[in-house]
């Protein structure tokens, strides 16, 4: 009799092994489905799956990276709301501004992207935000094609505003870098020239260790180089050639005479890259960097 219990027991102990394994399996085949990036297959084994917030998530994740982006919306408004204390609510949200983007509605996306930003504490979270504020302010400073019929003009203002919240969190270098390179650029496409020669001046003082300080400074008329410089950055040679523009505009044509001649040795024949707005480049050398000497005398060359 013992016996006959002890093996009940145990099949009906494999059955419930056998059921759980059973309702588990189509979360497992989309988590599979989604690292070998087949999203229609993860939307249908999520379908199959016990509803839930990680479920919904990642159909919202699916349908996001398939490019339905209304739908993807549509599923994490339906997670927050039926959800509102999930583990994957914050999530959901950066994933809703993302696809808000993508489908144009900026102003929906700033506002959700705004709330989030005052939660954000650990360097991790703020790096992660960091990523999507930088993703919207690219896209708002964007020059559309005469093509794209439906495309909205660039907003220089509000991707400057991103780009200045941006540096306020705690960001590892190499975004700093560029982030503090494009507020300069976008100063000068809104026409603050002696604010973008001061953010220039800034860039240039961290991220160039033969920068030497603006024309007429002490450390400048010293010729001193700063002490255990850090490597170079990314945009230092296109950062010098924007600030003499910057300069020649704002009429400061001394210090954009004294910073052709300090620059020209140090270009030599480099070329220089930048961004055109609509996701191509420009290309500048030495000869851009003489025109701009020329320049200083009279504007209409």
Not at 48 to 59: I, V, W
Not at 128 to 147: C, E, G, M, Q, T
Not at 227 to 235: F, I
Request: charged content about 25%; aromatic content about 6%.
């Amino acid at each position: 009799m013992t016996t006959m219990k002890n093996t009940t027991r145990l099949a009906a102990i494999c059955a419930l092994l056998l059921l759980s394994t059973a309702n588990a399996a189509p979360i497992d085949d989309a988590e599979q489905a989604l690292q070998a990036r087949q999203f229609e297959t993860a939307i249908t084994d999520l379908e199959k799956s016990e509803p839930g917030d990680y479920p919904s998530y990642l159909k919202a994740v699916s349908l996001y990276q398939l490019g339905k982006h209304s739908a993807a919306v549509t599923t994490c408004v339906g997670l927050l709301k039926q959800y509102p204390d999930s583990q994957w609510q914050h999530k959901a949200r950066f994933l809703m501004a993302r696809a808000l983007i993508a489908q144009k509605d900026h102003r929906a996306a700033e506002s959700i992207l705004a709330a989030e930003a005052g939660r954000i504490f650990s360097p991790d979270r703020k790096q992660s935000i960091a990523n999507v504020l930088v993703d919207f302010a690219d896209k708002l400073a964007r020059r559309p094609d005469p093509n794209e019929l439906d495309a909205l003009p660039a907003d220089d203002a509000k991707a400057l505003a991103l780009y200045q919240q941006v540096l306020a969190l705690e960001i590892k270098r190499r975004l700093r870098d560029d982030i503090q390179f494009k507020v300069a650029l976008t100063l000068q496409r809104l026409n603050q020239h002696p604010q973008a020669i001061a953010a220039l001046h800034q860039y240039l003082d961290e991220f160039d260790p033969t920068w030497t300080g603006p024309v007429g400074s002490a450390t400048r008329q010293r010729g001193q180089l700063k002490q255990n410089p850090v490597a170079p950055g990314k945009h230092r040679l296109e950062a010098r050639f924007a600030l003499i523009s910057s300069q020649v505009i704002n009429g400061n044509n001394d210090a954009a005479r004294q910073n052709v001649d300090a620059f020209l040795p140090i270009l030599q024949d480099t070329v220089m890259e930048f961004d055109d707005g609509r996701g191509g480049a420009v290309n500048r050398d030495k000869s851009d960097v003489a025109h701009q000497r020329v320049r200083t005398y009279s504007k209409d060359l």
